[in-house]
């Protein structure tokens, strides 16, 4: 009988070991793997690098012919502090939970990965280091698996009302790609004479109200805020209405720190998801940006 306690407190190596089969199995381990970034669900957190430590064992298939010393035949381990960095370099998380099931999914997208483990500890947030661990085995797609590449719609101020929307999504929608409607800027007075920083975020909380207020006017329309929540709503054939405000400020490669217009979001959104196509939907009339 294994002694779980001091398993779980031990290094992924040793959970991997002591929860294997009959047959061999090869590993590939990472130890230690120090790196600076903002991260973190509190306040204090927010604008401040904290060091977080990557321990990840992965399981792998034995290879099916001689390796020839051929680097592309194995899993390397730049494969494994890549997964981590891209991981990082997408958007600023809140969870180590979030952040470590991101950087699995990446691992097991590669052919040879079997089943992986990831620890992750938080250096600088405490007197000890805080972390969680996870394990998963292959058959996943990763945060980032490729389907259909929607088409974008920068919907303008007061270009669709009442039930004109249904009938523009059905033009939109009818090849069958993916939608992502882009809210204007809430209608009404703004505040003035505030610093860019400031006026961002007021912008970006206006066109959250937006997208509320367009998706009500259709059963097909979902308000997604997240990445996540943007990948369920394509996946599963509904209409996303992109409350911008969250994924803006968390996005390590923003479009600026500047007060937020709707068109260059959406075209910036549009680069960032490799979107087939932009519209900007003004009036009864589209134009493609």
Excluded: N
């Amino acid at each position: 009988m294994t002694d779980e306690a001091g398993t779980a407190f031990d290094h992924p190596e040793a959970r991997a070991r002591a929860t294997a089969g009959g047959a061999p199995v090869d590993r590939i381990s990472l130890r230690d793997h120090v790196v600076a970034v903002e991260i973190g669900a509190f306040q204090v957190e927010r604008d401040v690098a904290q060091r977080l430590s990557f321990d990840i064992v992965v399981e792998v298939r034995a290879p099916d012919g001689p390796l020839d010393d051929d680097v592309d035949r194995i899993l390397s381990y730049d494969r494994i502090t890549q997964a981590i960095a891209d991981t990082l370099a997408q958007d600023r998380l809140d969870l180590l939970e979030t952040l470590a099931e991101r950087v699995a999914g990446r691992i097991l997208t590669q052919p040879q990965a079997v089943r992986v483990f990831v620890r992750i500890q938080k250096l600088d947030r405490g007197p000890g280091a805080l972390g969680v661990e996870i394990e998963r085995t292959g058959g996943g797609t990763g945060h980032l698996s490729k389907g259909p590449a929607p088409r974008i719609v920068a919907v303008a101020a007061g270009a669709i009302a009442g039930h004109a929307l249904s009938a523009r999504i059905d033009g939109w929608t009818a090849d069958g790609a993916p939608l992502i409607l882009c809210p204007p800027l809430a209608t009404g007075p703004r505040p003035g004479g505030l610093g860019a920083a400031v006026q961002r975020r007021i912008d970006l909380l206006s066109m959250d109200q937006a997208a509320w207020a367009l998706a009500a006017g259709d059963a097909r329309c979902v308000v997604v805020a997240t990445r996540t929540e943007l990948d369920w709503a394509m996946r599963h054939g509904r209409v996303s209405v992109w409350a911008p405000s969250r994924i803006v400020v968390d996005a390590v490669d923003g479009p600026g720190p500047g007060p937020s217009d709707p068109a260059t979001l959406a075209a910036w959104l549009s680069r960032r998801l490799g979107a087939r196509e932009l519209i900007v939907a003004d009036g009864d009339a589209d134009a493609t940006a």
